[in-house]
C-alpha cells in the first residue's frame, strides 16, 4: 500500500527557510505527478508546487514562484519542498500527494487535490512577523 510520510516542517520567522521532505513507500516513483498543498485554517486545500516523475516538467503556484522549489530523488524515492523567503501568508498545513496515472501534471490540473489519490499526513509549516 502507498504511504506518504512528510516532515521537516516547523516555525520560521518571516524570511527564513524550510525544507520539506516527503518520504514514499509501497511504490517506486514512475511516470507519476508528485505534488506538494497546503491547507490554512478556514481556507480550501491549494496546490503549491508539482513536478513529473521523471523530472522533466515542474510547476509553481504564482505567489511561490522563485521562492520555492520542488525537487525528486527517486533513488531515495523522496520529493522536496525547498521553501525560502517566507512569509506569514505561507502558513498552513503541507502535504504531499501522489497522483500514479501522471494525469494530473498532463492535462495541467496539477493544482486541483482531487487529481490525487494518495496524501500524507501533512506537516505544519508556521512562519511569524
Known sequence: QVQLVESGGGSVQSGGS??????????????YCLGWFRQAPGKEREGVAAIVSDGSTSYAEESVKG????????????????????????????????????????LGRWSSAAEFGYWGQGTQVTVSS
Open 67 to 106: 521562492r520555492f522549489t520542488i525537487s525528486l530523488d527517486n533513488a531515495k524515492n523522496t520529493l522536496f519542498l525547498l521553501m525560502n523567503s517566507l512569509k506569514p501568508e505561507d502558513t498552513a498545513m503541507y502535504y504531499c500527494a501522489a497522483d500514479p496515472e501522471g494525469l494530473g501534471c498532463a
Open 18 to 31: 524550510l525544507r520539506l521532505s516527503c518520504a514514499a513507500s509501497g511504490y517506486t516513483y514512475s511516470s
